[in-house]
Nanobody, 121 residues
Framework: QVYMVEYGGGSVQAGGSLRLSCAAS????????MGWYRQAPGKQRELVAQ???????NFADSVKGRFTISRDDAKNMVYLQMNSLKPEDTAVYFC???????????????WGQGTQVTVSS
């Protein structure tokens, strides 16, 4: 079993910055892609940013140029730096990892419990 825990949510004014962190722990054989998703009230969960094991990344159009994603494989961590935040960025942010718990297990997507980000105007 792989466990994901997010840190760093909170409240900030528009134009401000926040950095989210996420740690993967438990039984981990390998981690492929890691990413951040968000879900605003009444909306579906959407991909915000994703980073592959090779370091390539992709972003939702709405956050390009404002958010960056990085990972530290030695620590099984993924980070989301959010700059120039807007009220429409308000959501619960979830981290996720495509991981194998054991060498012969099926790769699964593991989710964190989510952390609230609130941006006020």
């Amino acid at each position: 079993q792989v466990y994901m825990v997010e840190y760093g949510g909170g409240s900030v004014q528009a134009g401000g910055s926040l950095r989210l962190s996420c740690a993967a722990s438990g039984s981990i054989f390998s981690i492929n892609a890691m990413g951040w998703y968000r879900q605003a009230p009444g909306k579906q969960r959407e991909l915000v940013a994703q980073i592959s094991s090779g370091g390539s990344s992709n972003f939702a159009d709405s956050v390009k140029g404002r958010f960056t994603i990085s990972r530290d494989d030695a620590k099984n961590m993924v980070y989301l730096q959010m700059n120039s935040l807007k009220p429409e960025d308000t959501a619960v942010y979830f981290c996720a990892a495509d991981a194998k718990a054991y060498y012969n297990s099926t790769p699964l997507k593991y989710w964190g419990q989510g952390t609230q980000v609130t941006v006020s105007s």
